[in-house]
């Protein structure tokens, strides 16, 4: 059974930072592409950034490009997602999601995913 737990949420200002940590169990970490996605109330799942199972493939929503930094670590199983100069319109639930197959390459649509974590509330004031 794969499990995703993430966290790092918060509350900020516009222009803050953010950090958000998922912690993946029950697979061989190592051999699966990951993304992260957010909702925002009323409207659909997105991706907003990916990252391929042995780290050499990223990809960056063009919103969020030059903003924010996806990366993994295969040894503590997690993978990150560093957001600088927020803005209020990041604000979503994000949710960090593994591809069922291993060796795939990263994914850019929410049928690609087939584990998701729970969720972690992202609020950016203005």
């Known amino acids: 059974q794969v499990q995703l737990v993430e966290s790092g949420g918060g509350l900020v200002q516009a222009g803050a930072s953010l950090r958000l940590s998922c912690a993946a169990s029950?697979?061989?970490?190592?051999?699966?592409?990951m993304g992260w996605f957010r909702q925002a109330p009323g409207k659909e799942r997105e991706i907003v950034a990916g990252?391929?199972?042995?780290?050499?493939?990223?990809y960056y929503e063009d919103s969020v490009k030059g903003r924010f930094t996806i990366s993994r670590d295969n040894v503590k199983n997690t993978v990150s997602l560093q957001m600088n100069r927020l803005k209020p319109e990041d604000t979503a639930v994000y949710y960090c999601?593994?591809?069922?197959?291993?060796?795939?390459?990263?994914?850019?649509?929410?049928?690609?995913?087939?584990?998701w974590g729970q969720g972690t509330q992202v609020t950016v004031s203005s």
């Open positions: 029950g697979r061989t970490f190592s051999t699966y592409s």
């Open positions: 999601a593994l591809r069922g197959y291993p060796y795939r390459e990263l994914g850019y649509s929410v049928r690609d995913y087939v584990y």
């Open positions: 990252i391929s199972w042995s780290g050499d493939s990223t």
